[in-house]
């Protein structure tokens, strides 16, 4: 692990408006998670159609992405489009679909450029095909990277990933008395990739709307009223900042 204080390199524009912050560089939450919320109310309230909140909450991604690869975070998940999210009209329900798979061709380049490895989270079957083989294209293209995870939940579901934890658990043999905690954890979609420290929701509402409910249990959670589509990196930075203000207990006492 590289121990050298960031203070010792240079600091790239990211990390400077962090550290001018009271952001400690060494203390970072390593796993960032977003609520993408308020694309449909952005647009409403500039009297836009619902899917040009969507394309400029697109936009957002791509800057926060790249902001959090900046600052040094190892794993970003982002919620793209829920398991309910199927209930939505048809129109808008396509034109999401139509909008990530073309995301993730247009992003690869520039992705794999910055050393991003390109994660699912989510029944990826289930989804037009257009999109997943991109999706599985930009998974295999990344696989070998070693920056930033970047982990797409689409078509995803927190209640159906322990579902489908369980379903393999039952499918390999396990015996019920050999079942703990770590085996459910070791068959959720991604388990290499650690408990996401600190959760952020835009768009003000206080709900988890079945995001990563197992792996959450104790992750910090920033919820600002401010919309996706406006979300830029002060928001970003004001998340890390309060996240480091926090004590986390994990159940325990702490003097
Ligand atoms: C989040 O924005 C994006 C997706 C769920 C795909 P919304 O579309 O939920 O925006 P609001 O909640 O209607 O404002
Ligand atoms: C959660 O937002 C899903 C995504 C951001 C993709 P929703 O807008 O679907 O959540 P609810 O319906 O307000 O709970
Ligand atoms: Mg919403």
Redesign the pocket.
């Known amino acids: 692990m590289n121990r050298t204080p960031a203070a010792a390199h240079t600091l790239n524009r990211i990390q400077k408006a962090a550290v001018d912050l009271g952001i400690d560089l060494e203390n970072l939450p390593a796993h960032v998670a977003v ?3 308020g694309n449909g109310r952005w647009a409403r309230k500039k009297g836009l159609q619902r899917l040009l909140g969507h394309r400029e909450g697109y936009k957002t991604l791509r800057g926060v992405l790249l902001d959090a690869s900046e600052l040094g975070i190892r794993y970003l998940t982002v ?4 398991a ?2 199927w209930r939505r009209p048809k129109e808008e329900v396509d034109g999401l679909m139509v909008l990530i798979e073309r995301a993730a061709k247009d992003e690869l380049r520039t992705m794999h450029q910055n050393n991003v490895r390109v994660q699912v989270a989510g029944r990826i079957d289930e989804v037009p095909e257009g999109l997943r083989k991109a999706l599985e294209h930009g998974i295999e293209t990344t696989k070998d990277n070693t920056g930033i995870t970047f982990t797409l939940a689409i078509n995803y579901g927190g209640r159906a990933e322990i579902v489908d934890a369980i379903k393999e658990i039952v499918a390999q043999g396990v015996p019920a008395g050999q079942i703990t905690e770590e085996t459910v954890a070791a068959h959720l979609y991604n388990p290499e990739t650690p408990e996401p420290d600190l959760m952020i929701r835009t768009a003000g ?1 206080m ?1 988890w ?1 079945n ?1 990563l409910i197992w792996q959450s249990a104790y992750c910090e959670l920033f919820v600002t009223d401010t919309t996706w589509p406006e979300f830029g990196s002060k928001d970003l930075l004001s998340a890390v900042h309060t996240y480091q203000s926090r004590t986390r207990k994990f159940g325990a006492v702490v003097e």
């Open positions: 609520i993408m919320d919620y793209a489009f829920s309910e999210n509402e709900r709307s995001f």
